[in-house]
């Protein structure tokens, strides 16, 4: 079948190698996609959130499966586009419905779910401009750290964790003000958890789910996890500290409550489900959903996959994965992102990268590249992700972080400690 890839990131080109080894993928199209993708498949010049150009495009080249990998798209209705229209409504697309995306799409909305399903999270209250004064007064009394969340999409600036009550209340007033635009019409007020976090990962078909191998990312931008928070600067799976127990535990706990949840609320979901997870002492608590997976963490888990991930895909829109057993390799992936200069701050694109040849013991999926005049050039913040599948875990880092070291651009920045604190 003719598959469409929706992105352009990190992700989407590890989708994209996974699903071109696929029998069932006759042409694969991503859309934008970037230099790394198009070894894999035929980039289109699409915006993700051009619905109309998007079914266009699907008609014209007999698409059979839309695979939708950023969470925009999702949350402004890709998927009701799809199966409202007479036109579409027989190609499935991996990816939930703007009723589940909602999950993702509004942190109250999550926040109030967990509660109503009994889901473990960070105790948290939520306001906007019309009862400020009590979010003011709440702050007052709330112990420090706290944490300040955007409820909407805020490309992953909207979360401030802050340690002194005036300066929280002045980010109050600034995020209800507008800081973050709509996205903080509403804001979350919620506890901080101390604990080390993790990523787990579900393909549900709305009853059924699989659970796909867990990772940790690496959020901040300097070594030993300092300064400022960035899109994720590496990853690992799997991750040491979550043992078969622990593992149980939050399958038991969250996941299944979640999937539940789901059906009990009448929302239909068909796609992937993130949950950005903390251990607190033996415990796992929820910090957030996703409706998608996530970057760079999609990098070292997809490479662990060994069943066929259309044949994954189809059983999910199929509503087929209750008897589905899904493969996975017990060897270990790490993933080193190499960013732009200047990161997550202003940076520069257009630079020239040389050294792909270069690469020994791993693979480089890109992120922010685009292909002009026959050269490989930067074009976002987080430009490349090398991961490394190896058997221990010391090898895949000792080789992912040594094969970024044989890439080079000006400006290049990588961190050369992603996951030795889990050694």
Same mark, same amino acid.
């Given at each position: 079948?003719?598959?469409?890839?929706?992105?352009?990131?990190?992700?989407?080109?590890?989708?994209?190698?996974?699903?071109?080894?696929?029998?069932?993928?006759?042409?694969?199209?991503?859309?934008?996609?970037?230099?790394?993708?198009?070894?894999?498949?035929?980039?289109?010049?699409?915006?993700?959130?051009?619905?109309?150009?998007?079914?266009?495009?699907?008609?014209?080249?007999?698409?059979?499966?839309?695979?939708?990998?950023?969470?925009?798209?999702?949350?402004?209705?890709?998927?009701?586009?799809?199966?409202?229209?007479?036109?579409?409504?027989?190609?499935?697309?991996?990816?939930?419905?703007?009723?589940?995306?909602? !999950?993702?799409?509004?942190?109250?909305?999550?926040?109030?779910?967990?509660?109503?399903?009994?889901?473990?999270?960070?105790?948290?209250?939520?306001?906007?401009?019309?009862?400020?004064?009590?979010?003011?007064?709440?702050?007052?009394?709330?112990?420090?750290?706290?944490?300040?969340?955007?409820?909407?999409?805020?490309?992953?600036?909207?979360?401030?964790?802050?340690?002194?009550?005036?300066?929280?209340?002045?980010?109050?007033?600034?995020?209800?003000?507008?800081?973050?635009?709509?996205?903080?019409?509403?804001?979350?007020?919620?506890?901080?958890?101390?604990?080390?976090?993790?990523?787990?990962?579900?393909?549900?078909?709305?009853?059924?789910?699989?659970?796909?191998?867990?990772?940790?990312?690496?959020?901040?931008?300097?070594?030993?996890?300092?300064? !400022?928070?960035?899109?994720?600067?590496?990853? =690992?799976?799997? =991750?040491?500290?979550?043992?078969?127990?622990?593992?149980?535990?939050?399958?038991?706990?969250?996941?299944?409550?979640?999937?539940?949840?789901?059906?009990?609320?009448?929302?239909?979901?068909?796609?992937?489900?993130?949950?950005?997870?903390?251990?607190?002492?033996?415990?796992?608590?929820?910090?957030?959903?996703?409706?998608?997976?996530?970057?760079?963490?999609?990098?070292?888990?997809?490479?662990?996959?060994?069943?066929?991930?259309?044949?994954?895909?189809?059983?999910?829109?199929?509503?087929?994965?209750?008897?589905?057993?899904?493969?996975?390799?017990?060897?270990?992936?790490?993933?080193?992102?190499?960013?732009?200069?200047?990161?997550?701050?202003?940076?520069?694109?257009?630079?020239?990268?040389?050294?792909?040849?270069? !690469?020994?013991?791993?693979?480089?999926?890109?992120?922010?590249?685009?292909?002009?005049?026959?050269? =490989?050039?930067?074009?976002?913040?987080?430009?490349?992700?090398?991961?490394?599948?190896?058997?221990?875990?010391?090898?895949?880092?000792?080789?992912?972080?040594?094969?970024?070291?044989?890439?080079?651009?000006?400006?290049?920045?990588?961190?050369?400690?992603?996951?030795?604190?889990?050694?």
């Amino acid at each position: 079948m003719n598959i469409l890839l929706l992105g352009s990131g990190g992700r989407e080109c590890a989708f994209a190698w996974k699903i071109s080894q696929s029998a069932q993928c006759d042409t694969l199209f991503i859309a934008p996609g970037n230099a790394g993708t198009s070894a894999y498949g035929k980039n289109v010049n699409l915006n993700p959130n051009d619905f109309e150009a998007i079914k266009a495009f699907a008609l014209k080249e007999n698409i059979g499966l839309l695979v939708v990998g950023p969470e925009e798209p999702l949350v402004n209705g890709v998927h009701d586009f799809f199966s409202n229209d007479e036109a579409l409504a027989h190609i499935p697309v991996i990816g939930p419905k703007k009723e589940g995306a909602i !999950l993702e799409g509004s942190k109250d909305f999550s926040k109030q779910f967990m509660e109503r399903h009994g889901i473990p999270t960070a105790k948290s209250r939520s306001f906007t401009n019309e009862n400020l004064d009590e979010g003011l007064a709440y702050l007052q009394n709330h112990a420090l750290p706290v944490v300040l969340k955007a409820d909407g999409l805020a490309a992953g600036k909207g979360v401030l964790i802050i340690d002194n009550t005036a300066e929280a209340q002045e980010e109050l007033k600034l995020m209800l003000g507008g800081k973050f635009g709509s996205a903080g019409a509403t804001v979350v007020i919620e506890e901080f958890l101390t604990g080390i976090e993790l990523s787990v990962f579900v393909l549900t078909d709305g009853k059924n789910y699989v659970i796909l191998p867990e990772a940790k990312d690496y959020k901040r931008i300097g070594q030993g996890d300092t300064g !400022l928070n960035t899109g994720g600067m590496g990853s =690992v799976s799997p =991750v040491p500290f979550a043992n078969e127990a622990f593992l149980a535990d939050i399958k038991n706990s969250i996941i299944q409550p979640t999937i539940d949840g789901l059906l009990k609320d009448q929302i239909d979901y068909t796609g992937f489900i993130f949950f950005g997870l903390i251990k607190v002492g033996d415990k796992p608590y929820v910090i957030e959903y996703n409706c998608r997976m996530g970057d760079p963490e999609t990098e070292s888990v997809i490479p662990r996959i060994e069943s066929d991930l259309v044949e994954l895909f189809m059983a999910s829109a199929n509503k087929q994965l209750g008897s589905y057993q899904l493969a996975i390799s017990a060897k270990n992936a790490a993933t080193v992102m190499i960013v732009a200069g200047g990161y997550p701050g202003p940076y520069e694109k257009g630079k020239v990268i040389a050294g792909l040849e270069n !690469l020994r013991d791993s693979h480089a999926f890109h992120a922010g590249t685009l292909l002009e005049g026959g050269q =490989v050039k930067t074009n976002g913040g987080r430009v490349l992700a090398i991961t490394s599948v190896q058997d221990s875990q010391f090898n895949a880092l000792q080789c992912a972080t040594a094969d970024a070291a044989r890439i080079y651009f000006d400006g290049k920045y990588f961190r050369e400690d992603i996951g030795f604190d889990l050694m």
